[in-house]
T-cell receptor, first 117, second 110 residues
Framework: GAVVSQHPSRVICKSGTSVKIECRSL??????MFWYRQFPKQSLMLMAT?????????EQGVEKDKFLINHASLTLSTLTVTSAHPEDSSFYIC?????????????FGAGTRLSVL | DAKTTQPPSMDCAEGRAANLPCNHS???????VYWYRQIHSQGPQYIIH???NNETNEMASLIITEDRKSSTLILPHATLRDTAVYYC???????????FGQGTTLQVKP
């Protein structure tokens, strides 16, 4: 089946630093990937659509200058949380669709837990 | 995309069938119903999807009412590992974007 890998699985950083999270599609190419954020005991919230070779599309209320997305290849999208603050602490998850079945089935990474001190 | 409504929580005895309902009364003709689940601290996992016919795969069955206003996900023999939050999502599937509601927390008990 389709495999989406995220790295790192967990990261702790100091306030004011930037953190990069990688999302890779291991056995398929993805022109589009999605980034979600999940706070404790809440549902997933879509942050942005990552488009290979072009700018990401951000959901309303998501700061594009704070959450930088780069989709430089068909198998890799990165999310950089710039100048992280404690309120950015969250579970970040990416997804992609291999397009094998014709249906829009999203495969998710295992997530990255960010803790900002 | 149609709004979906699910009960916040359900319990099920291990080995019994788990029936998870979902209401999507405003669903339009070209919207599919997708089910995903999220086991604690992991990424969501696709389970099954359908348009109007009932569907079955190795994980579950999906029963969609004739008027398509509601559906039920059936896990035929629930195990402790099926304890998770189950999300029912209705979408046209032409963007890939998934809008997650609060889902149903299923607790499978021994």
């Amino acid at each position: 089946g389709a495999v989406v890998s995220q790295h790192p699985s967990r990261v702790i950083c100091k306030s004011g630093t930037s953190v990069k999270i990688e999302c890779r599609s291991l056995d398929f190419q993805a022109t589009t990937m999605f980034w979600y954020r999940q706070f404790p005991k809440q549902s997933l919230m879509l942050m942005a659509t990552s488009n290979e070779g072009s700018k990401a599309t951000y959901e309303q209320g998501v700061e594009k200058d704070k959450f930088l997305i780069n989709h430089a290849s068909l198998t890799l999208s990165t999310l950089t949380v710039t100048s992280a603050h404690p309120e950015d602490s969250s579970f970040y998850i990416c997804s992609a669709n291999p397009g094998w079945s014709g249906a829009d089935i999203q495969y998710f990474g295992a997530g990255t837990r960010l803790s900002v001190l | 995309d149609a709004k979906t409504t699910q009960p916040p929580s359900m319990d099920c005895a291990e080995g019994r069938a788990a029936n998870l309902p979902c209401n999507h009364s405003t669903i339009s003709g070209n919207e599919y119903v997708y089910w995903y689940r999220q086991i604690h601290s992991q990424g969501p996992q696709y389970i099954i999807h359908g348009l109007k016919n009932n569907e079955t795969n190795e994980m579950a069955s999906l029963i969609i009412t004739e008027d398509r206003k509601s559906s039920t996900l059936i896990l035929p023999h629930a195990t402790l590992r099926d304890t998770a939050v189950y999300y029912c999502i209705s979408t046209t599937s032409n963007t890939g974007k998934l809008i997650f509601g609060q889902g149903t927390t299923l607790q499978v008990k021994p």
